[in-house]
């Protein structure tokens, strides 16, 4: 039996039918794209349910739940190491015979289907009215670009209103962080093509890309860093600029969380680029922005205070060692003994949860120790902004957990007011989270659950916004 790793996406459970949930029960969830099929093998004790999980397409089997429970109408399966809970009903009309519900794990959420028969066990596939759909108004074109620098090729799309022998202004999409394809997809959610194709519509050409290497985009990724992304970015520019059909006096760049950190750096370089638009861009610097991520969607997950604090007295000493060494490209050896000190200080119920000290210490320093967290932590987005000669517009949720909207939106526009030549806006969006959606908490949980890909509102702002420009 193998052991299940901490960032395992796992899944649930068993199934109901007439009132015997005991046997094989097979699900699957879409991560990314990818169907990860799951079997829960059920069995009952004197006065409860016990269960195991495989996951095939992993090579691990004999899973041991921590609990199973059964109440007639809900099925709920947990397991404690991995942070797994899943709660699942009995299906309606729509699959009888089956539990419908969701498993989360790390605060991510992805529906499921239980069934007895492996055939009924497919990932559901969520309802996202949104997602552009044939036949389009405009000319869409498949395209690559080379960045010389980095000896890559990137693919992409670019859509181009109707209008012979006339020039568009334009748009470069930049992802978030994590690999992201040229949709920017998230849990079935394909943002960047919504923009692209509401964009398009009404007058605007859009560039979106895949990541270095993702989708058909050649590179690779793991070993890329914010600054490399940046000059990815800068390749599609040079690109853009030579297109039929595009007004080169008029492009401009919109990036979404880590997007809009790199903007800032390309725009600050590049003075031809005409506007930038950050979406949940972070304005503050990049070690007290995570050390606030954590915290608030720690609490929004129900940790304590008295957790909630270790841990950023953890990752906080994690930050400052890679602070104090700026030109180390590998700080394992530093990383490990700092947890593992750490480590031996902490409460005796507190190392419990944790499993062991070598899992404790390799799970920080897998963490940590890589070239874009690297990077990423000792970024500082104020003196690039502040190097600006281009027009901003700032939008971020009132309900952003990932990247609070006061604090970077009020840093952003203290590193901009006083650059007299730019034109810049500042916005904020009531009950929208991360992703923009409308949403009831901001927690990373409720992604998955929400129809809508993106608020109306923010659509319609950033199309003004940028007819707006002269």
Known sequence: MKKLSFLLFLIVTPLFYAQDIVGDWYGAINVSGIELPLVFHISRTDSSYSSTMDSPKQQVSGIPMSS??????????????????????????????????????????????????????????????????????????EITFQNKKARI??????????????????????????????????????????????????????????????????????KATS???????????????????????????????????????????DKRIAFIILMAGPGIRSD????????DIAEINGVSLEERESMGQLNRGIMDLILANPEKNDLSKEMSEFAGNFYDQLPEEQKEKEYG????????????????M??????????????????????????????AAYENLHAIDIALQDIPEIDYEIVYLKDLNHLFQHCETGAISEYAKIEETLAPEILEKMEQWIKSRK
């Open 288 to 295: 007290l922005l995570l050390l606030q991520q954590q915290n």
């Open 227 to 269: 600054r490399d992304f940046a000059n990815d970015v800068q390749a599609a520019f040079d690109f853009l600029r030579k297109q039929k059909g595009i007004d080169k006096h008029k492009i401009g760049l919109i990036g979404h969380s880590e997007g809009g950190l790199i903007a800032p750096i390309v725009a600050s370089e």
């Open 374 to 403: 690297l990077y990423f932590i000792r970024h500082n987005p104020e003196p690039y902004l502040k190097a600006l000669k281009c027009d901003v517009l700032a939008l971020n949720g009132t309900k952003d957990l990932q990247v």
């Open 68 to 141: 199973t429970s059964f109440n007639g109408y809900v099925l709920t399966i947990k397991h404690k190491e991995s942070g797994i809970f899943l709660e699942a009903k009995i299906g309606e009309d729509d699959f009888p015979g089956g539990f419908k519900g969701y498993f989360e794990q790390n605060g991510m959420s992805f529906p499921i289907l239980l069934a007895d028969d492996p055939e009924l066990a497919k990932a559901p596939i969520p309802n996202r009215p949104q997602t552009p759909k044939a036949p389009f108004p405009y000319e869409v074109r």
């Open 357 to 372: 000290k070598d899992r404790f210490v390799k799970t920080l320093t897998t963490a940590y120790n890589t070239p874009w």
């Open 153 to 222: 090729q990137l693919s992409g799309t670019l859509t181009l209103p109707e209008g012979k022998g006339q020039k568009f202004p334009a748009v470069i999409l930049i992802t978030g962080s994590g690999p992201q394809n040229r949709n920017s997809e998230i849990f079935d959610h394909k943002s960047f093509w919504l923009i692209a194709d509401y964009f398009t519509r009404r007058g605007i050409a859009v560039l979106r890309y895949d990541e270095r290497g993702v989708g058909e985009s050649e590179g690779e990724f793991q």
